[in-house]
């Protein structure tokens, strides 16, 4: 079988197979209500792209999302980095980050809503989901820096900035990046629900929430369609990073990072 | 330069007790003695006591990251870079400034390590196992490039003719 028929078929084949299944199960329900076709519900996604509101929620949840998970990751990594360098950072940030990673996220979100406004909470969520994940992932990736490397970098005088610079940030930014990638995802899940529960104006999560409270079942899994397919598109971004840094670290000569 | 009463001791084993060395402060010297005997280890006692001296690590310690080039700029003074490409005549590397530590061959990396290490400079140097994967003639002509140097070096190594060819050599004989 020729490549590209190979990679069009591994697209298309699972989406026709669970497309398939979908189109059984709500024939067999028989009650729009309960359960649309893909038809009917493609048809309803056609119906809401081109309003304004479509766009002004899927780019605000976009937007608090992504600037919310890229903060998170931002002072996940951070934490671990100070907490490398300063023993006392460790011994104080390590509890609060298995505390955070533990919480459930509902009561995150019930609890930043009585201190924020609706339309931070997504983002405050989103912020607290990724950043014990990249604080876990960079913590093990400084851990597992080569202590050869390391003791080369002090017997040839290199200062710390030399140090940071020229073996720890190249040996842990692979692992830094697949972490994001990882936190991301639980972002935009925990964000999305931020939005369902406190229902900003302009969100997906709003509209998933009013869907369902109008009972027009087909919008509903209209609005989670384009959360899904946002989230592919965010990931996919990501991925493509992800591999620009692999494919130099091949060219570095150190495998998969 | 003199290490009196040196003791080391790896868990039980003791490969160093209260003993004395002498090492020459002028030309070539090698450390040769049989496998285990304490030649790094003598070799990291003196760069302890001698912070001043360049020390090449018996493992190569390359940044994959970091081009020929810059494995040499890394470790220099930017007033000292103009010396980048004599320093890579020396180990002959000249043509190679631009490769990565996975396109040389084992050889190739041990000589950038080497490079490296006369790059970051100092009062003398201290190189353990310089030639390991180095063929002999390339061995003879960069002995005769560190010689040339005028710094007290000391390495070890294995095989007569590196004993033919340096200045001085000094056998280290087991403990006890």
């Not at chain 1, 069009?8 to 189109?23: D, E, F, I, N, S």
């Amino acid at each position: 079988m020729k490549r590209w028929v190979k990679r069009v078929l591994r697209v298309l084949l699972p989406l026709a197979v669970w497309l398939g299944v979908w189109q059984c199960l709500a024939g067999w329900v028989g009650l729009e209500l309960l359960l649309p076709g893909p038809g009917r519900v493609l048809e309803r996604l056609a119906a809401l792209c081109p309003t304004p509101l479509f766009w002004r929620a899927a780019l605000a949840t976009l937007g608090r999302v992504f600037l919310g998970g890229a903060l998170g990751a931002l002072g996940g990594a951070l934490v671990a980095a100070l907490s490398a360098r300063w023993e006392p950072v460790d011994w104080v940030m390590t509890p609060m980050m298995k505390v955070v990673r533990a919480t459930p996220v509902a009561s995150f979100i019930l609890l930043i809503w009585l201190w924020c406004q609706a339309g931070w909470v997504p983002a405050v969520i989103a912020a607290l989901m990724s950043a014990p994940v990249v604080w876990g992932a960079t913590a093990q990736a400084i851990g597992d820096t080569d202590p050869q490397l390391l003791e080369m970098a002090r017997a040839y005088r290199f200062s710390r900035w030399k140090t940071a610079r020229l073996v720890y940030l190249p040996s842990v930014l692979p692992a830094v990046l697949a972490g994001c990638r990882t936190a991301l995802g639980l972002a935009w899940k925990a964000g999305v629900a931020a939005e369902v529960l406190c229902r900003p104006r302009r969100a997906l999560g709003t509209q998933v929430y009013n869907a369902k409270l109008s009972m027009e079942t087909a919008d509903l899994f209209a609005w989670t369609a384009v959360v899904v397919c946002l989230s592919f598109a965010v990931e996919r971004a990501l991925w493509w990073a992800w591999r620009a840094l692999d494919r130099r670290g091949r060219r570095w000569g150190h495998g998969d990072p | 330069m003199e290490i009196r009463d040196l003791t080391v001791r790896y868990g039980e084993k003791v490969v160093f007790d209260h003993r004395d060395f002498s090492i020459p402060d002028r030309g070539l010297t090698l450390l040769s003695g049989p496998s285990g005997v304490g030649k790094t280890t003598l070799l990291k006692a003196l760069f302890e006591r001698c912070p001043a001296a360049a020390f090449l690590f018996q493992e190569d310690r390359l940044l994959p990251w970091r081009t020929v080039a810059q494995h040499l700029t890394d470790v220099m003074p930017k007033s000292r870079r103009g010396e980048v490409p004599d320093i890579l005549a020396l180990v002959e590397l000249t043509g190679e400034e631009d490769a990565y530590p996975h396109q040389l061959s084992g050889g190739m990396a041990r000589r950038l390590a080497l490079a490296r290490c006369l790059a970051l400079g100092g009062e003398r140097y201290l190189l353990d196992e310089p030639f390991a994967g180095v063929d002999l003639p390339r061995q003879r002509r960069i002995l005769e490039g560190l010689r040339a140097l005028g710094k007290p070096v000391l390495l070890t190594g294995h095989g007569g003719e590196l004993e033919a060819w340096v200045d001085q050599v000094l056998t280290l004989e087991p403990e006890g």
